[in-house]
């Protein structure tokens, strides 16, 4: 039987192992680890579908990732081009701090977004290099051209990304990931249908800070084109103020309320008070209630 001669050995052993540990853990947590990746039309619109769910998966230790697809170059009533658009820029690095995510800003005109091949690609691209698990994106039905078209490039790579030969520089997907619908509410020619609902309530302020850091937006160019003038002028009375728009827009709807009691029973789901919303759309993945709560860890197990 081998002995050890000395504590030293003893030591460098113990080292040994340690490094295979530290080595060896991260494959296995990879495997676990939940990788999604939001897209929005502009720098603001990943946020205010999905920021409370960002949240909770960064809580969680999965990797979240908002990919705006316009610069946000003409949204505002007193600047506009490069300028604008760098503002924009430093807003959503702002929020990739706050709220734990990365985030990145394609270079394309905002109100000028068209579903191209060339843009089709940029959005394969982007899924496949973040080999995302859950994507989301707005409907294809939309009062803007950009956020009609984003649901459109990302319903069109929803497939492609796992064809070889397409976009054959970035390895293919295995798997089609989970595609996922944000809440809207326009009718025609369907109305937005709550799949997976999930309760933000214990985020709530995460999400609010990630909005506050949309100041051109939130403080400025929104509240300008809804000819509202009650922005208060001091960062703590305008978080307050934002804070009291935020709290009915995220309240859960009946629709909302009853798919929260599928997920978390009756009980919890008459204790929401925030809540966002999701569609799963028919192409990609189409998950399992199983799958869900394994791609959903805030869900709880079933009630
Ligand atoms: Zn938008």
């Given amino acids: 039987m081998y002995k050890f001669k000395n504590s030293d050995s003893m030591r460098k052993l113990l080292l040994g192992v340690l490094f295979f540990l530290i080595l060896a853990f991260p494959v296995s947590a990879q495997n676990t680890k939940i990788r999604v990746l939001v897209f929005g039309a502009h720098p603001d619109d990943c946020d205010i579908s999905s920021g409370?769910?960002?949240?909770?998966?960064?809580?969680?230790?999965?990797?979240?990732?908002?990919?705006?697809?316009?610069?946000?170059?003409?949204?505002?009533?007193?600047?506009?081009?490069?300028?604008?658009?760098?503002?924009?820029?430093?807003?959503?690095?702002?929020?990739?701090?706050?709220?734990?995510?990365?985030?990145?800003?394609?270079?394309?005109?905002?109100?000028?977004?068209?579903?191209?091949?060339?843009?089709?690609?940029?959005?394969?691209?982007?899924?496949?290099?973040?080999?995302?698990?859950?994507v989301i994106a707005p409907r294809p039905n939309d009062y803007h051209p950009d956020h009609r078209y984003t649901g459109v490039l990302v319903q069109d790579a929803s497939f492609l990304v796992i064809v070889p030969n397409i976009l054959s520089s970035v390895p293919a997907l295995e798997n089609n990931p989970v595609f996922l619908y944000t809440r809207d509410n326009f009718q025609r020619p369907?109305?937005?249908?709550?799949?997976?609902?999930?309760?933000?309530?214990?985020?709530?302020?995460?999400?609010?800070?990630?909005?506050?850091?949309?100041?051109?937006?939130?403080?400025?160019?929104?509240?300008?084109?809804?000819?509202?003038?009650?922005?208060?002028?001091?960062?703590?009375?305008?978080?307050?103020?934002?804070?009291?728009?935020?709290?009915?827009?995220?309240?859960?709807?009946?629709?909302?309320?009853?798919?929260l009691e599928k997920w978390y029973g009756k009980e919890r789901a008459a204790k929401v008070t925030q809540?966002?919303?999701?569609?799963?759309?028919?192409?990609?993945?189409?998950?399992?209630?199983a799958d869900i709560r394994r791609l959903f860890p805030m869900l709880p197990a079933k009630p």
């Fill in 52 to 134: 409370g769910l960002a949240a909770l998966y960064v809580a969680g230790g999965h990797a979240v990732k908002f990919v705006s697809l316009t610069n946000g170059d003409k949204g505002h009533q007193e600047m506009g081009g490069g300028e604008l658009a760098q503002r924009r820029y430093k807003e959503t690095q702002e929020v990739a701090r706050r709220l734990g995510v990365e985030y990145e800003v394609l270079d394309n005109h905002d109100g000028e977004l068209l579903p191209t091949l060339e843009n089709r690609l940029q959005v394969i691209k982007r899924i496949r290099e973040w080999k995302a698990d859950v």
């Fill in 190 to 259: 369907n109305p937005f249908r709550p799949d997976i609902s999930v309760d933000i309530s214990a985020v709530f302020q995460k999400k609010l800070d990630a909005l506050d850091a949309h100041v051109s937006q939130v403080y400025e160019w929104l509240p300008w084109i809804d000819h509202d003038t009650s922005v208060p002028q001091s960062p703590a009375d305008r978080k307050k103020w934002l804070g009291n728009r935020w709290l009915t827009r995220s309240q859960p709807t009946p629709e909302i309320k009853q798919n």
């Fill in 275 to 289: 809540a966002e919303a999701f569609e799963i759309c028919e192409y990609g993945k189409r998950p399992t209630e």
